[in-house]
């Protein structure tokens, strides 16, 4: 089972001080797969202050499979989020899940730095905090004024700078579009070639962006509902799939179905990994967060996703839900760099389920969505940040 990139242990780290640094590339220290290596590199808190106090990035690369010929360069990724973890993505390629075309593996070593805010050094999170949205600004310390896309894109010049590999290739999906812009408005000169995929503005509402995700999550499920109904090859066909899965989650909200592939004692590869008792609120989860809505018909990524989502609800409602169990590793905490934060240290009147229902106001639109990426958040703490409009 592969773990999470951003959680592999770095022993080496360069400094962005200077722009002739090289990037002390080594084995990472788990998952520690032939292709991937990974660096750190640290990078002022406060871009006009690059003396000042630093923070550490976590970086892997998948190298080029091409001869040293044929290279081009690096291609620096970001998958969006904003805030979301690059690192995983090239230990999937490492891995063998192919994320990126065999003409990019070939030409371009693929370099995947997690943006701050997901930095190793970022511990003081872990203290105990009472008033949780306060508490963001309180122990994040100076790192909280600074988390803006204007430092992530300069984080992202320190890094080419770093690679000493000419100019940047970037490729950034979601908020990475927003990433790239900001770059290119900053350092137009040092691109060679930026591709923004799915771009983002920066004008919708927080609220705006949940509800249409929370939205757009509720329809992919209404159009499994129907599809699973009428196709002979789901394990629901025939049946009211929506009213049973209202009703599955109900009866996991009253009481915790088992899921006797997660016991210690199973011959199942999920044995002793996720947790033994599934809840109404695990199902909604995780039908979700395993990207089970994604790919309808599959893919080398994720085959056969729907047909597995209908096989994982009817042995559900068979009284077996190990394939909507939630991880141990994931579910109540967050994980970064092999720091697991239990929700424990989250004290206060916020929860993990109010966490993840922050925004209510998508809930009456979309009730059945769960947003399990909605990791616990500084919640009505805001900071402005000098950055002014991009530049068309």
């Known amino acids: 089972m592969l773990g999470n990139a951003a959680s592999v242990r770095y022993t080496k780290r360069a400094s962005a001080s200077t722009a002739s640094i090289q990037l002390p590339w080594a084995n990472c220290t788990t998952n520690n797969l032939q292709n991937l290596e990974c660096a750190q590199i640290q990078v002022p808190i406060d871009w006009s202050q690059p003396q000042g106090k630093q923070i550490t990035l976590g970086i892997s690369r998948v190298k080029a499979t091409g001869s040293s010929a044929s290279r081009v360069g690096s291609l620096i990724f970001n998958p969006g989020g904003p805030g979301g973890i690059a690192t995983e993505f090239c230990e999937y390629e490492a891995a063998g899940i192919p994320i990126f075309s065999k003409a990019i593996r070939e030409h371009l070593d693929i370099v ?15 203290k105990h905090n009472r008033a949780f949205g306060q508490s963001c600004l309180d122990l994040s310390g100076d790192l909280f004024k600074h988390v803006d896309t204007t430092s ?34 900053l350092y137009p000169n040092n ?22 995700e929370s939205s757009t999550y509720e329809n992919s499920l209404d ?14 066909c025939g049946q009211n799939v929506a009213q049973l899965f209202d009703d599955l989650v109900a009866k996991g909200d009253k009481t915790p179905i088992s899921a006797p592939g997660c016991l210690l004692t199973a011959d199942t590869s999920s044995a002793g990994t996720c947790f033994p008792n599934v809840t109404g609120e695990d199902i909604r989860f995780n039908v979700q967060g395993n990207s089970y809505l994604t790919y309808k018909y599959g893919t080398s990524f994720s085959p056969g996703r729907w047909l597995k989502l209908g096989i994982a609800l ?10 909507l169990s939630s991880a141990m590793a994931m579910k109540g905490r967050i994980r970064r760099f092999g720091k697991v934060w239990p929700w424990a240290v989250w004290t206060g009147t916020t929860t993990p389920r109010h966490s993840r229902r922050a925004n209510t106001s998508s809930n009456s639109e979309a009730p059945l969505h769960l947003i399990p990426r909605a990791l616990p958040r500084c919640i009505n703490i805001r900071h402005n940040v000098s950055a002014g409009p991009l530049q068309s």
């Open 112 to 126: 995947c730095p997690d943006p701050r805010g997901n930095e190793a050094e970022f511990e003081e999170m872990v």
């Open 152 to 185: 992530v894109a300069k984080d992202m010049e320190a890094i080419r700078a770093a690679l000493n590999d000419g100019k940047l290739n970037w490729l950034g999906g979601s908020y990475g579009t927003q990433i790239g812009a900001q770059y290119a408005e």
């Open 191 to 212: 691109i060679r070639a930026m591709v923004l995929d799915g771009d983002v503005g920066d004008s919708p509402s927080e609220v705006y962006l949940h509800t249409t």
């Open 223 to 236: 159009r499994f509902f129907d599809w699973c109904s009428k196709k002979q090859t789901c394990a629901l």
């Open 314 to 323: 009817n042995d559900t409602l068979n009284g077996n839900a190990t394939a």
